[in-house]
């Protein structure tokens, strides 16, 4: 590991990476760490930024470009989600992967709600490169499958619990959820959408820009 008095504690007390060359000493260090870029790992996966527009709940764009990236295992085990649903003509839409810290901080100085918004002094998975915001898709038409609500409607219609959709969202919902789960995602209980890779303890918060994972 590269040496810690290279990264200290923010205003929260969180350890969060924020040089991109530490970050890349990490990579170099271990190679399973490295943020992989899932349009170009995953064949077929679709990606809907919504962080990169307009479109989302800051009505104004969080990122500057529209990526999708995950430490190496997550993508790895979203690579195999992917190939499992292909067989019965189903894909993958990424509405988020990994998240810059200052973005959750932006998100939750906004939204003020810990059920739906991670908070400054803990950080979210996102933020580790460990969780995905995602849909399913037919391979076909490409148009997405009903789900319960739209990815970041943050009502009770969107808790993984809720029974009152219609059936053939329930459905699609169970779909995702066991094929995520088969793979080590855990499904979160208040946002149907996203699922954290079991990896996510084994890595640290990050606050770079897409363009400064890069080597
Ligand atoms: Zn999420």
Sequence with gaps: MPPSELIS???????VVTTPDYYHRQVQETPESELVNLAEFIPGIMLDIRYATAA???????????????????????????????????????????????????????????TYAAPPWRGSRHNRGCAVDVTLVS????????????????TPAAHADFSQAPILALLNRAVLRAVMRRHYFQHCPDEWWHFDHKCWEDYDLLDLEFAALQA
């Design 9 to 15: 504690n923010n205003m929260h007390g969180l350890r």
């Design 56 to 114: 989302n709940l800051l009505g104004r764009p969080l990122y500057q470009q529209p990526a999708a990236y995950l430490r190496r295992p997550a993508a790895t085990a979203l690579r195999a989600v992917q190939a499992e649903l292909a067989t019965v003509g189903i894909g993958l839409k990424v509405f988020d992967a990994y998240r810059p810290y200052s973005a959750t901080v932006a998100f939750y100085d906004h939204v003020r709600d810990e």
């Design 139 to 154: 391979l076909s038409t490409g148009e997405s499958l009903m789900m319960p609500t739209d990815f970041d409607e943050l």
